[in-house]
């Protein structure tokens, strides 16, 4: 029995949305070869860890009960690793809250994956360093890096090797959760599927856009969101056409499929812009629900100081 009622580490981390996502060909290891900019925002879930008998993982919030709550969830993959590599027992409950929409193209588990190195890490005083960190997230999944540093990044092999990019201003989103989610894998199969029947556009670099990103300004950055995986997105969705046009029509500067989607991602050109778009589409019935957020936003971090407690 544990003598002193522990506290818990209570860690947020940000979804991500891909402002640029050029997919390659598929490499020998089964991945594709990307080069993508993230952009890190406020949409975000809470992970809280505290020590236990036993490892064990809960779920509330968005979506909940579509979230396994067994070996497959990352972090209960997160807390193995890690304690493996510490030498230690895994035996903690972990907490997930979910704002994240779950296979929604926003990198949901991966947050929750980093909260949980972030978490761990405190809580069993690891002092691991940034490094260290990122070694144990790329091991766990291609976004989870990202996860841990937030912000916004240039992302290339599989997503995980990451550079940061100067992003001058808040930018001011609007989200629409669609009914569903869509398979990661599933998604860029069907790219490829659709590669092999005909020869879809490619992105080019993403130079153009790190540019508007310096100059912070949304009207510029706009027209130059792109997304390779969106075809593929709508060939398996055709709905999201129309959920992407209603969002335009509401006013969005541009809208976007979110990664694999079917998240549908607009960029606004203020905050005002963005919860009148919101309110727009909410009441336009091309979605099932929708949130405002803004970015670039932190990565994983503790949000509360009950590691000293
Ligand atoms: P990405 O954008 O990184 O490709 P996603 O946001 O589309 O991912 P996730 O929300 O990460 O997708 O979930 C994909 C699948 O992973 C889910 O269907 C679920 O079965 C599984 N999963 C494992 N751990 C989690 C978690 N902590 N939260 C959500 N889903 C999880």
Sequence with gaps: MLSVVPRPVVVRAPSKVNLHLAVGDLRDDGYHELNTVFQALSLSDTVSVVPAETLSVTVRGEDARVVPTDSSNLVWQAAELLAAESGRRPDVEIAIDKGIPVAGGMAGGSADAAATLVGLNA??????????????????????????HGGTAV??????????????????WVLA????????????RELDRLRADGNPPRLGG????????????????????????????LSLNPGLRRTLRAGVAAGALAGIVSGSGPTCAFLCAEADAAVRV?????????????RVASGPVPGARIINDAAEG
């Design 155 to 172: 992302g290339t092999g599989r997503g995980e090797r990451l550079l940061p990019v100067l992003s001058r201003s808040t930018f001011h």
């Design 206 to 233: 993403p130079e153009d856009l790190m540019h508007a990103l310096t100059t912070g300004d949304a009207a510029t950055l706009a027209p130059l969101l792109g997304n390779d995986l969106q075809s593929a997105a």
């Design 278 to 290: 919101s309110a727009e589409l909410a009441g336009a019935g091309v979605c099932r629900t929708v």
């Design 177 to 188: 959760l669609a009914k569903g989610g869509l398979s990661t894998p599933t998604v860029f």
């Design 123 to 148: 809580l069993w005083q690891l002092d691991l360093s940034r490094e260290e960190l990122d070694g144990f997230a790329a091991k766990l999944g291609s976004d989870v890096p990202f996860s841990l």
